[in-house]
């Protein structure tokens, strides 16, 4: 099966690096989240599901020291036990290195995760194949009737790249 070069992701992915030294990767799942990691250039990817890959991590600033200055993937990084604390050392500690994080949305949506990293990552919201994709690809979606057509090109594309910072507080009614 050939895998569809999704450029486009990692265009956004360049950007919001640009923006901050670690990346929130979020999609539904099944997207290609880990293909699209996998097929980054110059990166240490890391599965965190391997119970090996946790070890490694269980001293993060040894972890983040050993690696200064490099682009990592930690794919599936919900599994580890101190994922927003790992994050935040590298945020903070070591802004040279460039991070990609995966994982699960319920992570993503917990209050301490969100606390611990506001103002700290970027976030790129990946959908399945958009206009860019199908081109890339070559392919063209076909409507009920037969006829070749393609969705509107803002149609699968939320924005995708935003500097995640703080909640403001609500001003009392």
């Excluded at 040894?62 to 945020?91: Q, T």
């Amino acid at each position: 099966m050939e895998l569809v070069p999704r450029a486009f992701w990692r265009c956004r992915i360049d950007a919001a690096w640009r923006q901050r030294s670690v990346v929130w990767l979020a999609g539904v799942r099944r997207v290609g989240k880990t293909i699209l990691c996998q097929s980054l250039p110059d990166v240490e990817y890391f599965d965190c599901e391997l119970p090996r890959t946790r070890r490694l991590m269980d001293d993060p600033e040894g972890f983040l020291d050993s690696l200064r200055g490099r682009r990592l993937v930690l794919d599936e990084i919900h599994r580890l036990p101190n994922s927003a604390e790992l994050l935040k050392i590298a945020a903070d500690h070591h802004p040279t290195t460039r991070i990609v994080a995966t994982g699960s949305s319920s992570l993503q949506a917990s209050e301490r995760f969100r606390d611990t990293l506001a103002g700290r990552k970027a976030e790129v919201w990946v959908t399945p194949m958009n206009e860019a994709d199908r081109r890339a690809y070559n392919v063209s979606v076909t409507s009920s009737c037969g006829a070749a057509a393609s969705p509107p090109a803002d149609a699968t594309m939320p924005p995708v790249v935003r500097p995640a910072g703080r909640r403001t507080a609500r001003p009392n009614a």
